[in-house]
């Protein structure tokens, strides 16, 4: 069963557009959600983090918005740059849990 | 760079061998969690230890089985092994438990042949 799912598998974006990925989540008791960037060979390291006592949170030009009664969250990058091309996890957790569940993962392309 | 330290980077066998991976965490950091990464399952986690205990158990098959030593590191032993075990391994670092940021490694590569 998977407890997070996550949209879509691949995207591509242009230099200064916006990328959105979505994410999904099925137990109610997940209350930690953070986002993951992993580039090619490295491994994937925390990009920003939200708990659902807030519907966004911002940093920089990532963004997360979170709808509790959807059991849906999202990441927004604003201004995407070529750098920024990279796979994009999002997970969760609950408290009381050592354990990260992530979505499959997104792969971002930012072309010039 | 992390802090945490994974070695072999990469590493190829053959099916029925058994294989150790290790890991050092960030210096100070208490808890250890290994990950698969495969392109159909995705990042998997297998399990974590705390302070030289295990915490809790993922998706790990009975074939695997890891350990935290007294200074901190970890191994990860694969048994027995399949095809099917070829992924990426990860160990990820952090000061205690839950909630804590998880720093990762840059993984090992396991080829089974």
């Known amino acids: 069963q998977q407890q997070v799912k996550q949209s879509p598998q691949s995207l591509i974006v242009q230099k200064g557009g916006i990328s959105i990925i979505n994410c999904a989540y099925e137990?109610?008791?997940?209350?930690?959600f953070p986002w993951y960037q992993q580039f090619p060979g490295k491994g994937p390291a925390l990009l920003i983090a939200?708990?659902?006592?807030?519907s966004e949170k911002k940093e920089g030009r990532f963004t997360i918005s979170f709808n509790k009664s959807a059991k849906q969250f999202s990441l927004h990058i604003m201004d995407s740059q070529p750098g920024d091309s990279a796979t994009y996890f999002c997970?969760?957790?609950?408290?009381?849990?050592?354990?990260?569940?992530f979505g499959k993962g997104t792969k971002l392309s930012v072309i010039p | 760079d992390s802090g945490v330290t994974q070695t072999p980077k990469h590493l190829i066998t053959a099916t029925g061998q058994r294989v150790t991976l290790r890991c050092s965490p960030r210096?100070?950091?208490?808890?250890v969690y290994w990950y698969q990464q495969s392109l159909d399952q995705g990042l998997q986690f297998l399990i974590h230890?705390?302070?030289?205990?295990?915490?809790a158990k993922g998706n790990i098959l009975e074939r695997f089985s890891a350990q935290q030593f007294p200074d901190l590191h970890s191994e990860l032993n694969l048994s027995s092994l399949e095809l099917g075990d070829s992924a990426l391994y990860f160990c990820?670092?952090?000061?205690?438990?839950?909630?804590?940021?998880?720093?990762f490694g840059p993984g090992t590569r396991l080829t089974v042949l």
């Open positions: 990820a670092s952090s000061p205690g438990s839950s909630y804590n940021e998880q720093f």
């Open positions: 137990n109610t008791a997940f209350d930690y």
């Open positions: 939200i708990r659902p006592d807030v």
């Open positions: 997970a969760a957790t609950r408290a009381g849990s050592y354990q990260l569940t």
């Open positions: 210096s100070g950091d208490l808890s």
């Open positions: 230890y705390y302070n030289g205990e295990e915490r």
